[in-house]
């Protein structure tokens, strides 16, 4: 089976709103006594991301046949740039970006697995364009 690839129509996320969190692996323990005891429930876990795309009509449109038509509203696993990491800058330990000797930055390159998250993706009109909010479960 080969995996989906997110739609390079699409632009990056909006950074300001990207959020995340890990799914706790703990299991609370029954206790006797008032100190909190855990044990590990899972060896790996997924992490939550919500995510916010500035969308054009054209972009909207690839967004939803996207998350409708390929990824059969959201239950078929997927590959999409870590907008963390995908892109950016490799920098050195004193914060200066590694240059290739044509003196073009060296991009750091990340992908996610991931499936679309528990809730569909919602979208606000503004002026001209979209803005779609939705979240994803990173796979370990």
């Known amino acids: 089976m080969t995996v989906l690839s997110w739609p390079s129509e699409l632009p990056r996320p909006l950074r300001d709103r990207y959020q995340a969190q890990a799914t706790d ?3 609370k ?3 006797d006594a008032p100190i909190p005891g855990y044990r590990k429930q ?3 876990v997924a992490q939550g991301v919500h995510l916010s795309l500035v969308l ?3 972009q909207k449109a690839v ?3 996207f998350y409708r038509d390929a990824c059969g509203f959201g239950t078929t696993p997927f590959r999409m740039p870590d907008p963390v990491t995908d892109g950016w800058p490799l ?3 004193t914060g200066v970006p590694l240059l290739y000797e044509d003196g073009t930055p060296i991009l750091m390159s990340a992908q996610w697995l991931c499936v679309f998250g528990d809730e569909p993706p919602s979208e606000t009109l503004r002026g001209m364009t979209f803005t779609k909010s939705f979240s994803v479960w990173v796979m370990p």
């Open 42 to 44: 899972y060896s790996q």
């Open 25 to 27: 692996p703990r299991l």
């Open 63 to 65: 967004f939803d046949s």
């Open 91 to 93: 920098l050195h330990e």
């Open 29 to 31: 323990r029954a206790q």
């Open 56 to 58: 054009s009509r054209a």
